[in-house]
Antibody, heavy 122, light 107 residues
Framework: QVQLVQSGAEVKKPGSSVKVSCKAS????????ISWVRQAPGQGLEWMGG????????NYAQKFQGRVTITADESTSTAYMELSSLRSEDTAVYYC???????????????WGQGTMVTVSS | AIRMTQSPSSLSASTGDRVTITCRAS??????LAWYQQKPGKAPKLLIY???TLQSGVPSRFSGSGSGTDFTLTISCLQSEDFATYYC?????????FGQGTKVEIK
């Protein structure tokens, strides 16, 4: 059974960057799209972007274009999300999630990481 | 971008009740809709995809229906472990988007 294990909580200063990792274990990595979804405290879910590791190209929500970079390392079965120019509004739990049906960029998410809390504070 | 609107935002119900949550898309999304359950401090859990297909391992008291713009999640007989927040998600087009959530609370 595939599991997604994310890196630990981060505290960052405004204007800095954060890079969160998401390591897959127990199954296929490269042929399943991985997305990043964030959730601000007490708020709903927001899709940021995704990547299909075997293809290597990422798609981003327009809101985050220019600030977010999603990459994948097939050799270590790890996906990464880097968010730059951080501001207080970026304080949130960041989740990675794997699609249900493989090489399909847009799909339901059946496997989720445990979440990584990113706090942006001066 | 497609906007997803859930109703109600919250509801109070008792164990054994039948509960219905609706989700409306701002434009047609065929059946490209999923439902998730989220408990405090936990990642969302997939319940239903393709509007009405039950994810493996999810109890049969959960069901989904609808297509186009209007969708429904029904819990036929609410159990104590079902008190949580529920989200719909469209994956018809980029950017994928979620409803604002419906919190199901104990009456």
């Amino acid at each position: 059974q595939v599991q997604l294990v994310q890196s630990g909580a981060e505290v960052k200063k405004p204007g800095s960057s954060v890079k969160v990792s998401c390591k897959a274990s127990g199954g296929t990595f490269s042929s399943y799209a991985i997305s990043w979804v964030r959730q601000a405290p007490g708020q709903g879910l927001e899709w940021m972007g995704g990547i299909i590791p075997i293809f290597g190209t990422a798609n981003y929500a327009q809101k985050f274009q220019g600030r977010v970079t999603i990459t994948a390392d097939e050799s270590t079965s790890t996906a990464y999300m880097e968010l730059s120019s951080l501001r207080s509004e970026d304080t949130a739990v960041y989740y990675c999630a794997r699609v249900l049906r493989g090489v399909v960029a847009n799909d339901a998410f059946d496997i989720w990481g445990q979440g990584t809390m990113v706090t942006v504070s001066s | 971008a497609i906007r997803m609107t859930q109703s109600p935002s919250s509801l109070s119900a008792s164990t054994g009740d039948r509960v219905t949550i609706t989700c409306r898309a701002s434009q047609g999304i065929s059946s490209y809709l999923a439902w998730y359950q989220q408990k405090p401090g936990k990642a969302p859990k997939l319940l239903i995809y393709a509007a009405s297909t039950l994810q493996s391992g999810v109890p049969s008291r959960f069901s989904g229906s609808g297509s186009g713009t209007d969708f429904t999640l029904t819990i036929s007989c609410l159990q104590s472990e079902d008190f949580a927040t529920y989200y719909c998600q469209q994956y018809y087009s980029y950017p994928q988007s979620f409803g604002q959530g419906t919190k199901v609370e104990i009456k």
